[in-house]
């Protein structure tokens, strides 16, 4: 419950009124029931508990599942995201000119593409002697083939 302070000698009914008012507004816009996530909502199809059964059991570090849960929520400081929010002229890569999406710089540019190779050899590597990570069968992952790994799936 909120206080709200009782009308200042020089404060008008009017002036009052529209602050109580104000007070009241916010703490219902408090109180709403929230939304769902922005990634939710552009990928409805996702079995998003899995994803996030996924993230939790991961053998990494914290500092590792904090860089792929902004992968995953689409909100990587890539060029594509920043001229989509106006704070870059250009969504393209500087190395190579090609549009600078999450899935590029992951899988498909320089060195992304490298640790993306090694990360994809070593995941094999641990499926085919029978220690899984996280859940999930290899060839189900739809759209989501840069992420792949995050959600539990290997690309093919």
Request: aromatic share 8%; hydrophobic share 35%.
């Amino acid at each position: 419950m909120a206080y709200i302070k009782s009308p200042e000698q020089n404060e008008s009914l009017h002036a009052f009124r529209k602050r109580t008012s104000n007070t009241l507004h916010t703490m219902a816009l408090a109180t709403r029931e929230r939304g769902d996530m922005r990634v939710i909502k552009l990928h409805p199809d996702t079995q998003w508990n899995r994803v996030w059964h996924n993230l939790h059991v991961a053998w990494v570090s914290e500092e590792l599942k904090a860089v792929w849960y902004t992968a995953i929520h689409d909100i990587f400081p890539t060029h594509d995201r920043q001229a989509k929010i106006r704070l870059r002229a250009s969504n393209l890569c500087n190395l190579c000119g090609r549009a600078d999406t999450i899935q590029h710089r992951l899988t498909e540019c320089t060195e992304g593409a490298a640790i993306w190779k090694r990360t994809r050899s070593y995941a094999q590597t641990r499926q085919m002697s029978g220690r899984n990570g996280p859940s999930g069968p290899a060839s189900s992952f739809g759209p989501h083939s840069a992420m792949g790994l995050y959600y539990g799936y290997l690309p093919t």
